[in-house]
């Protein structure tokens, strides 16, 4: 079987990837610019098989490309292909739902201490000179003697400074039940959280477990400590997160996002961050990318967190997406169901 490798991969597994067939290692996949839909079509003319990361599977890829057969794509959604005119022409689609769901849920789970506990701005503060002393002398440095700290309790002390909350006990509203969202509350559930979740699209039975309850947007805006959304976009989520929303929520909570820019109104959670109708946010995704160097996010907020759109950028999904294509296109060379058909 003829194939057209241009996806990122994790180097362990590049024998089972030759092992496919007739394995051709094209652009991306060698550390080069994604493909052109010319050199796509050149390359792909005679293969059954595309397995892609970033390149654009267009209409005119596809008929290009007439013995093609299966699309693979290693993203959580293959918004590259023209998955409508492939299923249209009988070409199937996988794609690898799931493969960042640790990697997102920890980064969210990282915004959400680092904005309740004030750690950037500490870390920062500390790198800029302030709250620091000298250099202890060599000979009681060596010993680890030191005289015991206490700040002082005045408005300038970094005890009161970066006085933060804890999250045990404390209630967190998960908006978005899928893979992320469950992930988020695990692991949020083991720091002592209580959980609200709201997605109309799971069953009261799906979530309603200890620590756990299924309630209202509504409810859950009023009640959470911090809010959390995972959700893709769509007509209905679309600036779901809106100023009425920001206007329900407690004036002492945190917005955390590391799902989708567009399903929240920036200009909305600024303006609550500027009148602090609430506490903080923690951001890894915004309404342009890259954000603008003069954004008030970076240049007047002190009260928001922001990372450049890294939640999904760990090394551990290189093979996670890797191991899932490779079952699946073994699945599909044996007549076996597909387990990552996007449908």
């Known amino acids: 079987m003829k194939i057209l490798f241009t996806a990122e991969y994790d180097d362990q597994y590049l024998e089972q990837i030759k092992s496919l067939g007739d394995v051709d290692i094209k652009g991306w996949a060698l550390g080069l610019p994604k493909l052109t839909e010319s050199e796509l079509i050149e390359y792909g003319k005679d293969k059954e098989i595309i397995i892609t990361s970033y390149d654009d599977i267009t209409k005119n890829v596809i008929d290009g490309c007439r013995n093609l057969k299966l699309v693979a794509c290693t993203r959580a959604t293959p918004v590259n292909v023209d998955t409508a005119y492939a299923k249209s022409k009988g070409i199937k689609v996988l794609y ?51 005289d015991d700290v ?33 992930r988020v509350g695990e692991i949020a559930h083991a720091f002592g959280m209580n959980l609200l979740i709201y997605d109309p699209y799971v069953s009261d039975v799906d979530v309603n477990r200890l620590g756990r309850t299924k309630v209202s947007l509504d409810e859950l805006l009023r009640k959470s400590d911090m809010v959390t959304v995972h959700l893709k976009v769509t007509e209905d989520t679309r600036n779901l997160i809106n100023e009425e929303a920001f206007a329900k929520m407690k004036k002492s909570a945190y917005f955390i996002n590391c799902a989708r820019a567009a399903v929240v109104d920036e200009e909305a959670l600024i303006e609550a961050l500027r009148n602090k109708e609430i506490a903080g946010a923690a951001l890894d995704v915004y309404a342009k990318e890259p954000i603008y160097k003069n954004h008030p996010f970076i240049t007047e907020l002190s009260n928001v967190v922001i990372t450049p759109h890294i939640a999904g950028a760990t090394y551990d999904i290189l093979g996670n997406h890797t191991k899932m294509i490779i079952a699946d296109i073994k699945r599909y060379m044996n007549n076996e169901h597909l387990i990552y058909e996007y449908r």
């Not at 769901?101 to 790198?127: F, G, Y």
């Open 150 to 182: 206490i700040w002082g309790m005045d408005e300038h002390s970094p005890y009161v400074v970066f006085k933060g909350m804890e999250l045990k006990d404390k209630t967190l509203g998960i908006i978005g039940y899928g893979s992320i969202g469950r």
């Open 96 to 146: 690898t739902p799931g493969r960042n769901s640790d990697s997102t849920a920890e980064h969210t789970i990282a915004l959400m201490l680092s904005v309740a506990r004030n750690i950037p701005q500490a870390h920062m503060a500390l790198k800029n000179g302030e709250f620091t002393g000298e250099a202890p002398e060599k000979e009681s440095a060596k010993k680890g003697l030191r």
